[in-house]
Each structure stands twice: as C-alpha cells, then as structure tokens.
C-alpha cells in the first residue's frame, strides 16, 4: 500500500526509500515484530479464555509433555495477523507474486485453522482426516501455481550447476504444488516442541530473502548463474514479514510456552516458504536450507512404512524430535541443537548461489 502511494507521488522525499526492497523488507520485518508483541498478550488471553482445557495432549507421546496441557493452541493467527497486516502495508501489491504467496499462506492458515479448531472442539488429536486436508491443500497450491507459473518458465533449475535446467513443461504446475504441500507438511510436523519449527522457519526466511533478491536483479542473477526471474525480489520484503512475525510469536513461544502455534501457524509458514521457493526458482534449494522440515517428514514416512512391513518402528518415536527426546535429551536441547542445524543447512544452502 505505502509502496503504490509514494510511486503516485513518485517517490518525492523521504518516500524515496520506500522504492528500495531493502529497505522496504526490513521495514516489513520490524512492523510484523511489532504488531505481533502488541496484540500478543491479549490475543493469547482470548485464546485461553475461549479453549478453556488448551491443545490436547496425546497420551502417548513423551510424559514430559503432560505438563503442557491446557497451554491454549492457535497461536498461529497471530502470526498471519501480523504478517499479513506487513505484508499489504509495505509489499507492490500490483506484484502477481505476492497475491500467490498471500493466497497459500492465508488458504493453508484457513485450513489449519479448521483442523485446529475440530481438534479443540472434540477434545481429540485427529482434527480434519488427512485426505480432506491434502485436498484442500493441493486446491490452493494449484491455484497459487497458475498464478506464479504465469510468469515464469516451467524448468526445474539445478543447483551446484550453473544455467543447467530439467525442462518440466505442463508438469511443472504439480511439482510446484507439490512443493509447496509438502513444506507446509513437514513444517507441521516439525511443530512439536517449543520453539522448534519457529526459529527454522525464521532462518529458512533469512535465507530466501537473500536468494529472492539476487533473482529478482538480472545483474546479480548473469554474475551467480542463477536464474533470473523479474520482480522476484518483492519477496524478500515478505521474507522479511515472515521474520518479523515469527520473532514476536517467539517472545510469547519461549519454553515455557504461553501458546502453540497450531497448524494454523505451521502449514502457513510452511506453505509460504513454499511459494517462495517456486516462484524465485530455487525449490531445490528450499530442500537444502529446509533440510531439517525434510529429515522430520522423511522420519515420519520411514516410521510409518517400516511398521506396517515389519511391526517394528526405526525410531522409539516419530517425528525424529520425539526420537531424541525419548533417548533421554532434554526438549531444551533438543530444540537448540536443531536450530543448529538449522543454520548449517542455510549456509549450505546460500552456498549454492556461488558453487556453481
């Protein structure tokens, strides 16, 4: 909105720093912050107030996690409260880019919302059966994939190699969506402890602020050899919304925690990092600096698969956090060093825009 009002004026002034995207994402990272510390204690009050017993608890996961109970869930409408809010105050919203990326993080937030909601509503884990859930998922996804699809190529760029492509054709519409259900996916199955899918997905951000930028300039984008794709770098404002609004939800996410996110949170973010991902032409790369949302899905569908072979589980508990919890690792640890790890994988994969 602030950007479409100073090019009226053309950018006379002050109003000058509002067409750099620089100075733009760091502006939408500081707003997001602040709107999501204000509304935060009385937005978390509500919540407690209206789910009463909280998040349901299941039974069968690590005891420790029996003292959370009545911890109130949800907490991820904050984050597309502030998030949103930053994104329409400093985003180009004549941008076809960030109308695809608003619609999945506000489609995905809906849906997680509403398996939220049944699951406080019916004092259950279960929520929304899953196949309900991926269709809907896979109904925004595509409509997002029309939309960012509409103004760039169909191949799938490879990194480490420099101007080397898989030409996808008509296919690439799915393996977009593809992308961005399965970030939001292992996004929320990264949400289990506290803290721990929040700081990932700020780093995961960080990261694809930077490679959104330097796509979006064709003269940085002919010196790394990667590829170019005009008006991408309005999506490094969004990542910086994303940072901002996930600091604050931080602050009220610390252990102990005063609120979950929800899926409501996580299949939003998740899904954002997606649509990112796809539209500055870098989805291999989100399966690099996402490395740790991969290993807790890939745990998840190696536990599943193996114990309906054998009868036997490959890990004492999955996803793999609830592994290392159940080895003995308090949740403090187990959350620091994935965040850890977490930056491991963002510099790797920041790597890749010079590797090639």
Same mark, same amino acid.
């Not at 694809?208 to 330097?214: R, V």
């Not at 973010?269 to 740790?292: D, F, P, Q, R, Y």
């Given at each position: 909105m602030l950007f479409l009002i100073a090019q009226y004026f053309h950018f006379e002034g002050l109003a000058n720093l509002i067409r750099y995207q620089t100075f733009r994402a760091g502006a939408a990272l500081m707003t997001a912050l602040v709107i999501g510390l204000i509304i935060g204690p009385r937005f978390i009050n509500m919540l407690r107030v209206r789910q009463g017993k909280g998040q349901p608890i299941r039974e069968d996961g690590p005891q +420790?996690?029996? !003292?959370?109970?009545?911890? &109130?869930?949800?907490?991820?409408?904050?984050? /597309?409260? +502030?998030?949103?809010? +930053? #994104?329409?105050? =400093? #985003?180009?919203?004549?941008?076809p880019f960030v109308w695809a990326c608003l619609a999945v993080t506000i489609g995905f937030g809906l849906i997680g919302f509403l398996d939220d909601y049944d699951k406080v509503k019916k004092?259950?884990?279960?929520?929304?059966?899953?196949?309900?859930?991926?269709? $809907?998922?896979?109904?925004?996804?595509?409509?997002?994939?029309?939309?960012?699809?509409?103004?760039?190529n169909t191949n799938l760029y490879v990194p480490f190699l420099s101007n080397r492509y898989i030409p996808m054709g008509p296919l690439y519409y799915g393996f977009a969506a593809l992308v961005m259900v399965g970030a939001g996916n292992a996004v929320n199955l990264t949400d289990g402890l506290d803290g721990l899918a929040t700081m990932p997905v700020i780093i995961a951000a960080g990261a694809?602020?930077?490679? $959104?930028?330097?796509a979006g300039r064709a003269d940085f984008a002919h010196y790394l050899g990667i590829p170019h794709v005009p008006r991408a770098g309005e999506l490094? @404002?969004?990542?910086?919304?994303?940072?901002?609004?996930?600091?604050?939800?931080?602050?009220?996410?610390? &252990? &102990?925690?005063?609120?979950?996110?929800?899926?409501?949170?996580?299949?939003?973010?998740?899904?954002?990092?997606?649509?990112? !991902?796809?539209?500055?032409?870098?989805?291999?790369?989100?399966? @690099?600096?996402?490395? /740790?949302?991969?290993?807790?899905?890939?745990?998840?569908?190696?536990?599943?698969? =193996?114990?309906?072979?054998?009868?036997?589980?490959?890990?004492?508990? !999955?996803?793999i956090h609830h592994h290392f919890e159940q080895l003995g690792w308090k949740e403090s640890t187990v959350v620091i060093r994935f965040w850890i790890v977490s930056i491991v994988l963002a510099? @790797?994969?920041l790597s890749t825009l010079k590797l090639r």
């Open positions: +420790s996690h029996l !003292a959370k109970r009545g911890t &109130p869930t949800m907490g991820g409408l904050m984050i /597309l409260i +502030s998030l949103v809010l +930053s #994104m329409l105050i =400093w #985003m180009d919203l004549t941008n004092r259950s884990t279960a929520g929304v059966p899953g196949r309900v859930r991926l269709a $809907a998922e896979f109904a925004v996804a595509g409509v997002a994939a029309w939309l960012i699809v509409s103004q760039i694809f602020a930077i490679i $959104a930028y330097l490094a @404002i969004l990542c910086g919304a994303i940072m901002g609004a996930g600091l604050a939800f931080l602050w009220f996410n610390a &252990p &102990p925690a005063a609120v979950f996110m929800g899926d409501t949170g996580s299949l939003a973010l998740g899904g954002a990092l997606g649509a990112i !991902a796809v539209a500055a032409h870098h989805e291999i790369v989100l399966a @690099i600096v996402g490395g /740790l949302f991969v290993l807790e899905a890939v745990s998840v569908i190696v536990q599943v698969f =193996w114990y309906k072979r054998t009868g036997k589980r490959v890990f004492r508990m !999955a996803p510099l @790797i994969g």
